[in-house]
Nanobody, 123 residues
Framework: QVQLVESGGGLVQAGGSLRLSCAAS????????MGWYRQAPGKQRELVAG???????NYADSVKGRFTISRDNAKNTVYLQMNSLNPEDTAVYYC?????????????????WGRGTQVTVSS
């Protein structure tokens, strides 16, 4: 199995910045997709940003120009740098990682979610 540990959430004033990290561990063979999602109270979970193994990224329109996703393949870690935060960014942020892991005598694909980290932006 593959476990994800997120860190970096917290309380910040509008206009401030935070950096989220998500480290994957386990019998990982390779990681393909890495992404960050968020869920605000009363709303559905939405994709914030994603990055694939080639380094190609995509962003939700609401965060373009403010958030940057990156990955460190050697550390199996994905980051989300969030700048110019506003109260609408308040949510629980979840990382999601997909790839292949060593499941004993064979390899299996996985898709794992982190437990989430709270980001609160005050006005």
């Amino acid at each position: 199995q593959v476990q994800l540990v997120e860190s970096g959430g917290g309380l910040v004033q509008a206009g401030g910045s935070l950096r989220l990290s998500c480290a994957a561990s386990g019998n990982i063979v390779s990681i393909n997709d890495m992404g960050w999602y968020r869920q605000a109270p009363g709303k559905q979970r939405e994709l914030v940003a994603g990055i694939i193994s080639s380094g190609t990224t995509n962003y939700a329109d609401s965060v373009k120009g403010r958030f940057t996703i990156s990955r460190d393949n050697a550390k199996n870690t994905v980051y989300l740098q969030m700048n110019s935060l506003n109260p609408e960014d308040t949510a629980v942020y979840y990382c999601n990682v997909g790839g292949t892991y060593n499941n004993g005598p064979y390899f299996s694909s996985f898709g794992s979610w982190g437990r989430g980290t709270q980001v609160t932006v005050s006005s």
